[in-house]
């Protein structure tokens, strides 16, 4: 038996994020503004999760092996090879 879905939500309306989901697109928007890019991209958001090394994915990805720093270096050379400096 199928159910009724709610209504969708108000467009008009800002989505509610969580205090780490919100801190961490501030940081990929500090990222992408510090770098002079009129978005934020994939790239500005994997920034904003490693910024704090504390968080659930930093953690994660550390886990799987991953170094922050590496990520950091590797996610700065490809911003770089494809947003070269205006």
Same mark, same amino acid.
């Given at each position: 038996?199928?159910?009724?879905?709610? #209504?969708? *939500?108000? %467009? #008009?309306? *800002?989505? %509610?994020?969580? *205090?780490?989901?919100?801190?961490?697109?501030?940081?990929?928007?500090?990222?992408?503004?510090?770098?002079?890019?009129?978005?934020?991209?994939?790239e500005h958001i994997l920034l904003g999760l490693i910024r704090d090394g504390e968080s659930g994915a930093a953690r994660i990805l550390v886990a799987l092996g991953a170094g922050l720093d590496r990520i950091e270096r590797s996610t700065n050379a490809l911003v770089q090879q494809y947003y070269p400096a205006r």
């Open positions: 038996m199928a159910g009724h879905g709610q #209504a969708a *939500p108000n %467009p #008009a309306e *800002p989505i %509610p994020f969580t *205090p780490s989901g919100g801190k961490v697109l501030e940081s990929a928007n500090q990222e992408s503004l510090g770098r002079g890019h009129d978005r934020i991209g994939t």
